[in-house]
T-cell receptor, first 110, second 111 residues
Framework: DQQVKQNSPSLSVQEGRISILNCDYT??????FLWYKKYPAEGPTFLIS?????DKNEDGRFTVFLNKSAKHLSLHIVPSQPGDSAVYFC?????????FGKGTRLHILP | DGGITQSPKYLFRKEGQNVTLSCEQN?????MYWYRQDPGQGLRLIYY???????QKGDIAEGYSVSREKKESFPLTVTSAQKNPTAFYLC??????????FGQGTRLTVV
């Protein structure tokens, strides 16, 4: 049973436009949500997180929105840059475990 | 510099052999994790440990074993019982569950 779902395997966005990556979860007991970015053959790097008691967190070009009633979160990147091309993982934590989605590959087009 | 070190970066194993992947951290984190990445599968949790001398199975623990004798070290052994060991293995550490910092990964190939 997949508790964290990223339903779009890939996404292509024009450089300079907004990239929106989506994530759904099934367990209302998750209390922290995180986004990671991963380049090939490297470990994921932490991008941004949000506590379940908040609905928005912003850090530079990255903003994460949390809709608890819909069990949905999204990562907005604006403006998108070529270096943003990578795989993005959504993650959720509970009971001292961090559970990841399958990832979305983001392609930034010139 | 503080960080997480995984070694080796590439590892080849013959079928039927056990192999141990190293993970060391000097971030003074209590929690350590092992994940496996396969194409289209994302990151799947193998084992995790919240304190020294204690660890719990993750979602795909079968065929793997771990130990946590020191806070800094969390080695993963891929045993011959693991049916599909070829994958990219990632170790992470964290303080509590608010963030995990990852190593660079080990790519294991069975030949």
């Amino acid at each position: 049973d997949q508790q964290v779902k990223q339903n779009s395997p890939s996404l292509s966005v024009q450089e300079g436009r907004i990239s929106i990556l989506n994530c759904d979860y099934t367990n209302s007991m998750f209390d922290y949500f995180l986004w990671y970015k991963k380049y090939p053959a490297e470990g994921p790097t932490f991008l941004i997180s949000i506590s379940s008691i908040k609905d928005k967190n912003e850090d530079g070009r990255f903003t994460v929105f949390l809709n608890k009633s819909a069990k949905h979160l999204s990562l907005h990147i604006v403006p998108s840059q070529p270096g943003d091309s990578a795989v993005y993982f959504c993650a959720a934590s509970r009971d001292d475990k961090i559970i990841f989605g399958k990832g979305t590959r983001l392609h930034i087009l010139p | 510099d503080g960080g997480i070190t995984q070694s080796p970066k590439y590892l080849f194993r013959k079928e039927g052999q056990n192999v141990t992947l190293s993970c060391e951290q000097n971030l003074n984190h209590d929690a350590m994790y092992w994940y496996r990445q396969d194409p289209g599968q994302g990151l799947r949790l193998i084992y995790y440990s919240q304190i020294v001398n204690d660890f719990q199975k993750g979602d795909i623990a079968e065929g793997y074993s771990v130990s946590r004798e020191k806070k800094e070290s969390f080695p993963l052994t891929v045993t011959s019982a693991q049916k599909n060991p070829t994958a990219f293995y990632l170790c992470a550490s964290g303080q509590g569950y608010t963030e995990a910092f990852f190593g660079q990964g080990t790519r294991l190939t069975v030949v």
